[in-house]
């Protein structure tokens, strides 16, 4: 069944800020169950397991472990069509204008392989060959079964253009099937397909991308892709590896870490995120500036999935309830949009943020909660909480949205903008799924509405103070250009997080903490 367009509207609106009014004094019983309603129960017990927070702590790359290793250091390729094999140990780069491909002796978890390209400037302009149909090896790197992957200090520019075929380029660098991938202090400039990005990593273990920039063409801004991490099972998009032997799988992927990076300046279509990341156990995403990324795709798409319409299991259970804790923190996002479809998981903490000029349209779904906290807002784009998909359809799962404990709390933010026609575009009750308290609305006028409902059974609130009373939402916040210092003395435990990451109420430091991006780039500043 699909779930008509509509109901993507409905979908932020019932995940509702709806933070019930909690007295500052009210016990930690009545709190937890004032911020955590009651979940329904599915036939399929979909409630988010218990997850406990852990900070991706990468091992530091290449390890001291004698593994049978590849260096390509200092050198420049023009790659022009899709390579051959380089054999574990090789000592030579290829030079007749191929990929450099890398397979392993073994699957990723019993793999003895180590991979170094550092300092190198890869020019692709795939020329020959089947453009039309997908083939990983039109990546200027393509690795899979090795333990390790180290690119470091590399340049990657495609040059793609709008009317290429759509997969001529399927990315700069693929990794399947690899214990442990870093890629740090690389550039990525123009055009890959519309599926996936610049440095795709699938089915893989510890995975670390820091001081990276991706860059438009300065030619054009038909331009689309970033970072892609996923698991290949569920809704990983990707092929299967090792599914006739799951003893071989690396998974649950990650964990991931992404930090000080700049992903800017596109203008993809389809599957061009700037930072997907697909079901990852945990996932941090800190100090990276996302801005002008605008078409039909997201700066951010997160989720936790795996259910794969039930018809994969592992270890004889559905595919579910995989996805770990994802944070996102001190970034700064401007000109575009995010999807979060968080899924049976942990939950995604987005916090400490800054945003401009940003639209949100997460559609939740299966004991998935986001929470959006501590942040300010600006400049807005139409309703600051709205599921509307603006006319881009697909992406709604059959299982509907807003479904088996499903949430959005919202909490210690500051909103600043030009009033907007209707502060929230909802289809469904807003009551239970959607939590908010603590905020402040700094509008420059009245908005016309406070609730608009465009059907599926939400009610329409013509003002803050019927928000309040019909909701139990925003008992607590305020309109005006007061500040969070309003808050600094409530107590934590007001807001119970996810795998005991600790609430801060209050003001906190948002935004970038250092300089984003590798240096010697246009990031780095």
Same mark, same amino acid.
């Given at each position: 069944?699909?779930?008509?367009?509509?109901?993507?509207?409905?979908?932020?609106?019932?995940?509702?800020?709806?933070?019930?009014?909690?007295?500052?004094?009210?016990? %930690?019983?009545?709190?937890?169950?004032?911020?955590?309603?009651?979940?329904?129960?599915?036939?399929?017990?979909?409630?988010?397991?218990?997850?406990?927070?852990?900070?991706?702590?990468?091992?530091?790359?290449?390890?001291?472990?004698?593994?049978?290793?590849?260096?390509? %250091?200092?050198?420049?390729?023009?790659?022009?069509?899709?390579?051959?094999?380089?054999?574990?140990?090789?000592?030579?780069?290829?030079?007749?204008?191929?990929?450099?491909?890398?397979?392993?002796?073994?699957?990723?978890?019993?793999?003895?392989?180590?991979?170094?390209?550092?300092?190198?400037?890869?020019?692709?302009?795939?020329?020959?060959?089947?453009?039309?149909?997908?083939?990983?090896?039109?990546?200027?790197?393509?690795?899979?079964?090795?333990?390790?992957?180290?690119?470091?200090?590399?340049?990657?520019?495609?040059?793609?253009?709008?009317?290429?075929?759509?997969?001529?380029?399927?990315?700069?660098?693929?990794?399947?099937?690899?214990?442990?991938? $870093?890629?740090?202090?690389?550039?990525?400039?123009?055009?890959?397909?519309?599926?996936?990005?610049?440095?795709?990593?699938?089915?893989?273990?510890?995975?670390?991308?820091?001081?990276?920039?991706?860059?438009?063409?300065?030619?054009?801004?038909?331009?689309?892709?970033?970072?892609?991490?996923?698991?290949?099972?569920?809704?990983?998009?990707?092929?299967?590896?090792?599914?006739?032997?799951?003893?071989?799988?690396?998974?649950?992927?990650?964990?991931?870490?992404?930090?000080?990076?700049? $992903?800017?300046?596109?203008?993809?279509?389809?599957?061009?995120?700037?930072?997907?990341?697909?079901?990852?156990?945990?996932?941090?995403?800190?100090?990276?500036?996302?801005?002008?990324?605008?078409?039909?795709?997201?700066?951010?798409?997160?989720?936790?999935?795996?259910?794969?319409?039930?018809?994969?299991?592992?270890?004889?259970?559905?595919?579910?309830?995989?996805?770990?804790?994802?944070?996102?923190?001190?970034?700064?996002?401007?000109?575009?949009?995010?999807?979060?479809?968080?899924?049976?998981?942990?939950?995604?903490?987005?916090?400490?943020?800054?945003?401009?000029?940003?639209?949100?349209?997460?559609?939740?779904?299966?004991?998935? %909660?986001?929470?959006?906290? %501590?942040?300010?807002?600006?400049?807005?784009?139409?309703?600051?909480?709205?599921?509307?998909?603006?006319?881009?359809?697909?992406?709604?799962?059959?299982?509907?949205?807003?479904?088996?404990?499903?949430?959005?709390?919202?909490?210690?933010?500051?909103?600043?903008?030009?009033?907007?026609?209707?502060?929230?575009?909802?289809?469904?009750?807003?009551?239970?799924?959607?939590?908010?308290?603590?905020?402040?609305?700094?509008?420059?006028?009245?908005?016309?509405?406070?609730?608009?409902?465009?059907?599926?059974?939400?009610?329409?609130?013509?003002?803050?103070?019927?928000?309040?009373?019909?909701?139990?939402?925003?008992?607590?916040?305020?309109?005006?250009?007061?500040?969070?210092?309003?808050?600094?003395?409530?107590?934590?435990?007001?807001?119970?997080?996810?795998?005991?990451?600790?609430?801060?109420?209050?003001?906190?430091?948002?935004?970038?903490?250092?300089?984003?991006?590798?240096?010697?780039?246009?990031?780095?500043?």
């Amino acid at each position: 069944m699909k779930i008509p367009r509509t109901l993507f509207v409905t979908l932020i609106s019932s995940l509702g800020l709806a933070l019930v009014p909690i007295p500052l004094a009210a016990s %930690s019983a009545e709190v937890e169950a004032q911020f955590h309603p009651p979940e329904t129960k599915p036939d399929a017990d979909t409630t988010p397991k218990q997850i406990v927070w852990t900070a991706p702590n990468p091992e530091p790359l290449p390890t001291s472990e004698r593994l049978t290793t590849v260096t390509i %250091s200092n050198k420049t390729f023009e790659i022009t069509k899709e390579g051959k094999n380089i054999a574990p140990g090789a000592t030579a780069a290829p030079t007749d204008g191929g990929s450099l491909i890398f397979y392993g002796t073994g699957a990723g978890r019993e793999s003895k392989e180590r991979l170094i390209v550092e300092n190198c400037t890869f020019v692709m302009d795939f020329k020959e060959g089947n453009l039309k149909g997908w083939n990983v090896k039109r990546s200027a790197i393509y690795v899979q079964g090795y333990k390790e992957v180290i690119v470091r200090g590399c340049k990657f520019i495609s040059k793609g253009r709008a009317g290429d075929p759509v997969r001529k380029t399927a990315a700069s660098i693929t990794a399947y099937d690899c214990l442990q991938v $870093l890629v740090e202090d690389c550039y990525f400039e123009g055009k890959t397909n519309w599926m996936r990005g610049h440095v795709t990593v699938y089915c893989s273990g510890p995975t670390t991308i820091r001081r990276c920039e991706v860059a438009g063409s300065p030619d054009e801004k038909a331009c689309g892709g970033g970072f892609w991490i996923a698991t290949g099972l569920g809704e990983g998009k990707i092929g299967v590896m090792h599914q006739d032997d799951p003893s071989k799988m690396i998974y649950p992927i990650g964990p991931l870490l992404i930090e000080d990076c700049y $992903l800017h300046d596109q203008q993809g279509n389809f599957n061009t995120d700037a930072i997907y990341i697909q079901s990852v156990h945990n996932f941090l995403v800190r100090n990276t500036r996302i801005e002008n990324w605008r078409q039909t795709d997201a700066m951010m798409d997160l989720g936790a999935r795996d259910t794969a319409n039930g018809k994969r299991k592992w270890k004889g259970e559905p595919l579910i309830n995989h996805g770990g804790i994802g944070v996102i923190e001190n970034c700064e996002f401007s000109n575009g949009f995010f999807k979060v479809s968080v899924g049976a998981a942990g939950g995604v903490i987005f916090r400490n943020n800054v945003c401009s000029d940003v639209y949100f349209m997460p559609y939740i779904f299966d004991g998935g %909660s986001w929470y959006i906290l %501590s942040s300010e807002f600006s400049n807005m784009s139409g309703p600051f909480i709205t599921c509307s998909d603006k006319g881009m359809g697909g992406w709604t799962p059959k299982e509907g949205m807003l479904i088996n404990g499903a949430k959005m709390v919202w909490g210690n933010n500051i909103i600043r903008m030009k009033a907007p026609p209707a502060v929230i575009l909802a289809n469904r009750p807003l009551k239970e799924v959607f939590l908010a308290d603590y905020n402040i609305y700094d509008f420059d006028g009245a908005p016309n509405a406070w609730v608009v409902s465009k059907g599926g059974g939400a009610e329409n609130c013509a003002t803050f103070e019927e928000w309040q009373q019909k909701t139990g939402n925003d008992a607590h916040s305020v309109l005006g250009s007061k500040t969070l210092d309003a808050f600094a003395r409530v107590p934590p435990e007001t807001l119970p997080l996810p795998g005991g990451i600790p609430m801060r109420f209050g003001p906190v430091k948002t935004g970038l903490v250092r300089p984003v991006g590798p240096a010697g780039t246009s990031a780095a500043r």
